[in-house]
């Protein structure tokens, strides 16, 4: 038997950090431009391409400019786009939203058109499309009526799926919605389109700057009524796992880094893929700190989806996607 007497206090740790092909070797979190899903928002017109104030880099589009992002995205690597309307009108029922001709249902077309391999994620909610800006209808007392709001939800739903949507992903938080919307697909003959849940979804003021971007901020009240409270863990995993009774096919958290814990107490009770959405308040605050100088917008942006992925998380949505894609690339060299 040898016995070593140490010399020196350099541990494991230490001398497999020395090089980056050493790094590279013993990394446990890897990111890739195929897990990213990339946020757009689409508006009426043409040659429409309006910056979003509080959110650099992010732009209101017509869809006559979606071929162009759609090659792109190709380009990158970047896989999925999540889509979000401005339609032409509001109204107390949203009608937009599940208008054949719709600006999400033009827009699908368009990408889908542009590029049939790309993954087009559909947002459902009603809050994009209400005068009053609520994500469901409301009672004639002005609250939110759950079971009304999901056959519109529903028909929505099947409307994007027509249109060619890829994946629904409903993010209005009314309770059923998984399972009216899994339903509706079913009978529509759309039972091999998968639900992403927004399961896990949050009354934050992250959402800030979304608001002015898909101009769905509500007239009155706020969405405390039904997105979750904060301050609470244990009923996210029961939003969770409702969700996964109502044959959820991907569940989210969202927001995702005031809420990593939450991310990671998912990722420990379900092997259903978990998605994470790094909202546009987590955008605007690095855009905000690179824009003086204070931060270095690549690494910050790296580590920061290192971390959300770290945490649980297979699916990134964020607005960072072309970006962070651009920068994997130009480490691969
Ligand atoms: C609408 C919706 C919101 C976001 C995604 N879908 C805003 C809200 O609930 O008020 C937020 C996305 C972001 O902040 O980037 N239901
Ligand atoms: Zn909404």
Known sequence: MVTTTRTSSFTRTRRTRRTEALRGLVRETRLDPSQFIYPLFVTHGRDARVPITSMP????????????????????????????????AKDALGSEAYDTDGVVQQAIRALK????????????????????GHCGVLTDAGEVDNDPSLDL??????????????????????????????????GTGFASTPVMA?????????????????????????????????PNAREA???????IEEQADIVMVKPALAYLDVIRAVRERTDLPLAAYNVSGEYAMVKAAVER???????????????????????????HAKDAARWLREARG
Do not use: N
């Open 198 to 230: 927004y399961s896990a979804k949050y009354a934050s003021a992250y959402y800030g700057p979304f608001r002015e971007a898909a101009d769905s901020a509500p007239q009155f009240g706020d969405r405390r009524g039904y997105q979750m409270d904060p």
């Open 57 to 88: 880099g992010q732009y209101q589009l017509s869809v006559d400019q979606l071929e162009t992002e759609a090659r792109e995205l190709r380009d990158l690597g970047v896989r999925a786009v999540l889509l979000f309307g401005l339609p032409a």
């Open 293 to 319: 100088g204070w931060l270095d917008e690549q690494r910050v942006v790296l580590e920061t989806l290192t971390g959300i992925a770290r945490a649980g998380a297979d699916i990134l949505i964020t607005y």
């Open 153 to 186: 939800l529903s028909r929505m739903a099947v409307s994007c799926a027509e249109a060619g949507a890829d994946i629904i992903a409903p993010s209005d938080m009314m309770d059923g919605r998984v399972g009216a919307i899994r339903s509706a697909l079913d």
């Open 237 to 243: 995993l029961r939003e969770v796992q409702a969700d």
């Open 113 to 132: 058109a542009a590029d049939p391999s790309l993954a087009v994620v559909a947002d459902v909610c009603l809050c994009e499309y209400t005068d009053h």
